[in-house]
């Protein structure tokens, strides 16, 4: 067997083994807010390239468990301009731990409470590039995302900035772009907090090919809140696909994202000893959430002339 088909299996199966504790860990973090468009001016021909990726896990039995993620994206690139959409979500249920017998001692029947809600995330965002010279190129951009079990019910997000093409070739691509951005908030829990205001960001866009059918990416972004400079946002991730085909592939990824000033919750207070006191109590989420995800890749792009 060549080396390089024995690598790419290699990863393939490195990939697959990651897939068994990602879904146990899966959280409700799949907003996508990239610092450019990684579609804009690479070395493919100008066209129209879309991808959907696609995952799905169910379990039952002694537990009911099930989650769903779905993104894709869609870019036509000319010469000097790209325009592209985007959109994915997530969605994720389990049963509670909490089960009890129905019945007498001597005649019962165990009851598995039916799943809950435990994840839920949606995404959507617009962003059109202009290409100024070799390197050099405007960007703009809108979104919107919801997250709900972080505390976010809906956050509108309009950027404008500079990005440079640092490398771009067949093998490596990373570039970097800055701008400002303008942010309207609403949180499932007030507190007090303006959600409005003018913002700036940074962040990068790095993918090496490794092999012939193996890419790594890694994409940062860091926005910051110019009215109030403690309020950070980091959104990082890392990525491995494996073309399987032209048109499908495998896709490995981890993501962190780090919240300063994350937005509160609402819990029910109980005492130590687990009597419900009917009062209830506010406080932060926690700054950083994490998830991995295992998923197929749908591919399309226009056929090579020539």
């Known amino acids: 067997m060549p080396q390089t088909s024995r690598a790419a299996l ?23 807010t990239t610092a450019v468009d990684e579609k804009s001016f690479k070395v493919d021909a100008p066209g129209t390239y879309a991808n ?43 049963s509670p731990d909490t089960r009890f017998a129905v019945g007498t001692p001597g005649d019962f029947e165990v009851q598995i409470p039916e799943a809950e809600l435990t994840a839920e995330a949606y995404y959507g965002r617009g962003r059109y590039d202009f290409k100024l010279s070799d390197r050099l190129y405007f960007t703009t951009g809108a979104g ?16 404008t900035g500079l990005g440079y093409i640092f490398v771009n070739n067949d093998r490596t691509s990373f570039r970097g772009a800055a701008g400002i951005t303008y942010t309207s908030e609403d949180y499932t829990v007030d507190d007090g907090r303006d959600g409005s205001f003018f913002g700036a960001r940074a962040g990068w866009d790095f993918r090496q090919k490794l ?45 962190l994202l780090w919240d300063n000033q994350p937005a509160l919750a609402e819990y029910d207070l109980y005492t130590p000893g687990g009597i419900d006191t009917g009062l ?4 932060p989420y926690k700054e950083l959430d994490q998830g991995f995800s295992v998923s197929l890749v749908f591919s399309f792009a226009p056929p090579k002339k020539g």
């Open 52 to 94: 959907a990726d696609l995952s799905y896990v169910l379990t039952s039995g002694n537990s009911t468990a099930n989650s769903l993620g779905f993104k894709g994206d869609v870019t036509h690139r000319w010469a000097k301009h790209s325009i592209g959409f985007a959109a994915g979500g997530l969605r994720a249920s389990s």
């Open 144 to 159: 919107w995302e919801r997250n709900r079990f972080s505390g976010l019910d809906n956050r509108w997000l309009v950027d």
């Open 10 to 32: 290699t990863v393939t199966a490195l990939a697959l083994l990651a897939a068994v504790p990602a879904h146990a860990q899966q959280v409700a973090t799949p907003t996508e």
């Open 211 to 255: 092999f012939s059918n193996t890419t790594f990416t890694h994409t940062l972004i860091a926005d910051e809140n110019l009215e109030d400079t403690d309020d950070l946002r980091v959104d990082a991730q890392f990525g491995l696909h494996v073309a399987m085909s032209s048109k499908l592939g495998l896709k490995v990824n981890w993501r």
């Open 280 to 283: 209830t109590v506010i406080s």
